[in-house]
């Protein structure tokens, strides 16, 4: 599972217009599918899956790219969850995207 920085409302989060941006290009008018972990929404309805645009893991993608923090709701997410704080490692070590930008990460 991941976390991007909000930009709802009144909140504004570091880097979370470039995460909005950066996922709209790569999805928007695409065909997507949705991988489903052990269960499909949270607490608050808010669903909870893995994007895929053909062969590509969207949420990995942007973890990788910075975009994105791993986000752990348990039991969802467990199985992938090394997968996923490898790639947030490489991306904070790498000062990449949120982590090179912004003096304080929201979604840490």
């Known amino acids: ?9 009144a ?3 570091c880097w979370g217009a470039e995460a909005r941006a950066f996922n709209a290009q ?3 008018g695409e065909r997507i599918s ?3 972990d052990v269960e499909c929404e949270d607490d608050y309805g808010r669903l909870l ?5 053909g062969d590509r893991d969207v949420n990995a993608l942007m973890v990788e790219r910075g975009l994105a923090c791993v986000l752990r709701i348990p039991p969802n997410g467990e199985d992938r969850a090394d997968e996923f704080e490898a790639l947030e ?8 995207g ?3 930008a ?3 990460v929201t979604c840490d």
């Open 1 to 9: 599972m991941i976390d991007t920085p909000e930009i709802t409302g």
């Open 11 to 13: 909140q504004d989060d």
């Open 49 to 53: 899956a893995y994007v895929r645009l």
């Open 34 to 36: 949705l991988e489903y």
């Open 102 to 104: 912004c003096a304080e």
């Open 26 to 28: 790569l999805v928007e």
């Open 89 to 96: 490692a490489s991306a904070r070590a790498g000062m990449v």
């Open 98 to 100: 949120l982590w090179g």
